[in-house]
């Protein structure tokens, strides 16, 4: 079993930045397992969407809402992933969730992000 929790939601204004942490916890050999991570959002009414993932050699793909906007990282070392979202803007408030995939998909319990205009 994996264990995520997220950090780092918030209250923003548009054009600002915001950056989330997700830390995975749990047995190490179920650590050693992962060999994806990723952020997700849903916002209000809509369906839950891929934000950015990344691989466990560091292969990222991004929604292309946000190319250019959002750089998601990891560190393997320490099980933990990363959303550095900049230029934010109102369609990007959500609910954004960590997810870890092992032979089976985790998530965290998710965290909000608000952008004001």
């Known amino acids: 079993q994996v264990q995520l929790e997220e950090s780092g939601g918030g209250l923003v204004q548009a054009g600002g930045s915001l950056r989330l942490s997700c830390a995975a916890s749990?047995?190490?050999?179920?650590?050693?397992?992962?060999?994806?991570m990723g952020w997700y959002r849903q916002a209000p009414g809509k369906r839950l969407e891929m934000v950015a993932t990344?691989?466990?050699?560091?292969?990222?793909q991004y929604n292309d809402a946000v190319k250019g906007r959002f750089t998601i990282s990891a560190s393997n070392s320490e099980n933990t992933s990363y959303l550095q979202m900049r230029s934010l803007k109102p369609d990007d408030t959500a609910v954004y969730f960590c997810?870890?995939?092992?032979?089976?998909?985790?998530w965290g319990q998710g965290t909000q992000v608000t952008v004001s205009s």
């Open positions: 997810h870890a995939q092992t032979t089976s998909d985790f």
């Open positions: 990344i691989t466990r050699n560091g292969v990222s």
């Open positions: 749990g047995h190490p050999q179920s650590l050693n397992q992962i060999n994806k």
